[in-house]
């Protein structure tokens, strides 16, 4: 079975980060949400979200896929969190998937993981930073290898399917839209 590994931090985007969660789990993937500090997490908008451990406890097992939810301040707390960037890193070097949402894709950028690379974001954020060797599309989502990316909360549902035809392929990807009666 698929795992993946959710960090969350305060002032998170909550509707990326729970329709990540959501999707995954319909999809039958074992989705790990960490807290980067011991306790509940109050995202961006004031909802509160119960992250099944805390960062520190999962560091060491392993993942198939690491996803960051965007939104500030959360995407500026993970990126601020050296243990994020340490497990980027591993996680690339590894092969595996890294993803990111909204403001979330410029923690990828911070760890080097968008070098050389199409990635797209929420407007503006990567476009501040300094990197000549990202393509910054602003396509809803984009998948460059093992690094997917998407622009904010209204394209979360296409990011999280996007997630699943990556871990499981087209057909289980097309079961759980079909499910979720989008047209």
């Given at each position: 079975m698929a795992r993946v590994l959710v960090p969350l931090a305060e002032g998170c985007e909550e509707l990326e980060a729970v329709t990540v969660v959501d999707l995954l789990r319909r999809a039958g993937v074992e989705v790990v949400t960490a807290g980067l500090a011991a306790g509940p997490v109050r995202a961006s908008r004031g909802v509160?979200?119960?992250p099944d451990a805390t960062l520190d406890e999962v560091l060491d097992q392993d993942f198939d896929m690491v996803v960051l939810p965007g939104g500030l301040p959360g995407a500026d707390h993970l990126d601020a969190d050296p243990?994020?960037?340490r497990l980027l890193r591993r996680m690339a070097e590894a092969g595996r998937y890294t993803a990111a949402i909204c403001a979330a894709p410029k923690v990828l950028a911070s760890a080097g993981l968008l070098d050389s690379r199409r990635a797209t974001a929420y407007p503006g954020v990567l476009d501040s930073l300094q990197l000549p060797r990202t393509q910054i599309l602003?396509?809803?989502v984009?998948?460059?290898?093992r690094?997917?990316?998407s622009r904010g909360p209204g394209t979360a549902m296409d990011f999280a399917l996007e997630l699943?035809?990556?871990l499981l392929g087209r057909a289980r990807r097309d079961e759980v839209e079909r499910a979720l009666v989008r047209s």
């Amino acid at each position: 079975m698929a795992r993946v590994l959710v960090p969350l931090a305060e002032g998170c985007e909550e509707l990326e980060a729970v329709t990540v969660v959501d999707l995954l789990r319909r999809a039958g993937v074992e989705v790990v949400t960490a807290g980067l500090a011991a306790g509940p997490v109050r995202a961006s908008r004031g909802v509160v979200l119960l992250p099944d451990a805390t960062l520190d406890e999962v560091l060491d097992q392993d993942f198939d896929m690491v996803v960051l939810p965007g939104g500030l301040p959360g995407a500026d707390h993970l990126d601020a969190d050296p243990r994020v960037h340490r497990l980027l890193r591993r996680m690339a070097e590894a092969g595996r998937y890294t993803a990111a949402i909204c403001a979330a894709p410029k923690v990828l950028a911070s760890a080097g993981l968008l070098d050389s690379r199409r990635a797209t974001a929420y407007p503006g954020v990567l476009d501040s930073l300094q990197l000549p060797r990202t393509q910054i599309l602003r396509d809803a989502v984009v998948s460059d290898g093992r690094v997917v990316t998407s622009r904010g909360p209204g394209t979360a549902m296409d990011f999280a399917l996007e997630l699943v035809e990556r871990l499981l392929g087209r057909a289980r990807r097309d079961e759980v839209e079909r499910a979720l009666v989008r047209s």
